[in-house]
Every structure is written in structure tokens, then in C-alpha cells.
């Protein structure tokens, strides 16, 4: 099996690794079925590397259909230990504007109809989620957008927290005003259970949110409309693409430490050796 180092999950927009050499395609299954797509191996900057379309190439699934279990597993099956996701995002602050960053550090769940656990029907864990996001990763990502030379371009927020709702349709006005009084930056449909998941799964996650539009707060900007979402996404895919190469180079070389390689150690509640040996099987892979 091929053995890949970094994980890259393109969203919106992104849906194929430019700097990607030597690619090849693997059709994966997992105990939670097939992931969106083939994923994609290869190198860059000879670093090893594996790609996912999140929604598929050609953009098939919504939010709600991702499956988002056969996704992480299947990376986890490459070997990846570091994950990192490309967002599109709404802004709910005046000041993260359409075409800025944001390196979300915390997450609102408010999603409703997603497997959210790899655990559970003969294994338990409680993973810690207070911190959600790994500190080193996102600090990868923000020195990749300077390294890339693009730190007098993009306008980059360090921290924020993610709402993550169900969709497919975006909010209604009322919920845009209330994820703004919860404290919200930015919202989106993808992070969550993503990055539960990926803790799960011991691999570092960190994702790098690029701002498309200001959601439908706002009192004198349009609301948000796929066609401009997708206008405003389009226009940063390239320098996502050199930020994502800056940082699998950085990753590569200094291999940073992280507290979710090693998150199920206090997170077991039932001890290996007491898992029937199905489960043990559907699960050993976050132990290799």
C-alpha cells in the first residue's frame, strides 16, 4: 500500500493538486463504504502526499451526502498523519472580508444528520475536542502563506471559530444574526464531523478557510449566492494551491509533534484486548 505523510481534502474549487507529481489513483474501501472519490498519491517537493476531492470531482455530493467516515478511514489507510482541509467559507465579522484566510482554531457543531464517531457497536472513546484544531498545523499553514510569498497579498486571520450547519441551503437571515451571538467568524458545511473525526483517528487536522461572501447579516452587502461564492473561491484557488505546496515542503521537513497522534491514549474507555476481533479489524488502522 502506498504510504502518504499529509493529507490534503480540496473543497470547493479545489479539486486537484497542481504540484502533484507522479500521481496515482487509488479506488479505496473502508468499513464505512467508498470515500468521495479516488484519492490521489503522489509527491511534492518529494514530500508523500494524498489528495480528496471532498465533494467529488465535478462537484457531486452536498454537504450532507460527503461520507465523511470512509473519507478519514481511507487516508488513515495511506498512512496520513497530517490533515490538511481547504474550506470555502461565509463571513459573519465585518472584518474577515470576501477573499481573506482564517486559520479557525474552534468549532460549533450544528449539524444533524451525519455519523459523527468511528466508535460505538463494541468499542468506546471519548476523544478530547477542546482544542480542536492542532496549534502546530495551523501554525504551518500561516507560515506557508508568508513563505509563498503571498503574506502582502492575502489578509490572514489567525483564529475564529467555524459553525458548522447542516445545508444544503444556506441560512436564513434570523440564524445569521444568532451564529453572529454565539461568538461565530465564519460558517460553513464541511468541517464537522471532519475534524472529530480526524482526532479520532490520531492524525493532526488543521484547516484553512477562505472567505467567499458575508453569509446574509450584513447590511449592505448582497446575500450569499452559489454563482458568487464560487466567483470569489475561484479567484483565490491558485494561491491555495501555493499554500498548500509551501506547506506539505514545511511538514516534510520539520514534521511537527502533536498531541492528536496520540489522542486515543486517554481517550479508550474499552481496552483493545477486550474488542471482538471485527472490531479490533475495523479500527487498527489508527494504531498503525
Known sequence: MTHALIGIIGGSGLYHMDALRDAHEHDLETPYGKPSDRVVTGTVHGVPVA?????????????????????????????????????????????????????????????????????????????????????????????????????????????????????????????????????????????????????EAQMAYATLAMVTDYDCWHPREAHVSAETAIANLMQNAGHAQAIAAEAIRILGREMPTSAAHTALDAALVTGRESMAPQVKQRLQVFWS
Not at 490538511?84 to 472580508?97: D, H, P, Q, T, Y
Not at 500561516?142 to 475564529?160: F, K, N, P, Y
Not at 441560512?171 to 461568538?183: I, L
Open 51 to 199: 489528495f480528496l476531492a471532498r465533494h467529488g470531482r465535478g462537484h457531486r455530493l452536498t454537504p450532507s451526502e460527503l461520507p465523511y467516515r470512509a473519507n478519514i478511514h481511507a487516508l488513515r489507510q495511506l498512512g496520513v498523519r497530517y490533515l490538511v482541509s481547504f474550506s470555502a467559507v461565509g463571513s459573519l465579522r465585518e472584518e474577515m472580508r470576501p477573499l481573506d484566510m482564517v486559520l479557525p482554531d474552534q468549532f460549533i457543531d450544528l449539524t444533524k444528520r451525519r455519523d459523527s464517531t468511528f466508535f460505538g457497536a463494541g468499542a468506546v472513546a471519548h476523544v478530547s475536542l477542546a482544542q480542536p484544531v492542532c496549534v502546530n498545523l495551523s501554525d504551518v499553514l500561516a507560515r506557508a502563506v508568508t513563505e509563498a510569498g503571498l503574506g502582502d497579498t492575502i489578509r490572514l486571520h489567525r483564529a475564529g471559530t467555524y459553525v458548522c450547519i447542516e445545508g444544503p441551503q444556506f441560512s436564513t437571515m434570523a440564524e445569521s444574526h444568532w451564529y453572529r451571538s454565539m461568538g461565530a467568524s465564519v460558517i460553513g458545511m464541511t468541517n464537522m464531523p471532519e475534524a472529530k473525526l480526524a482526532r
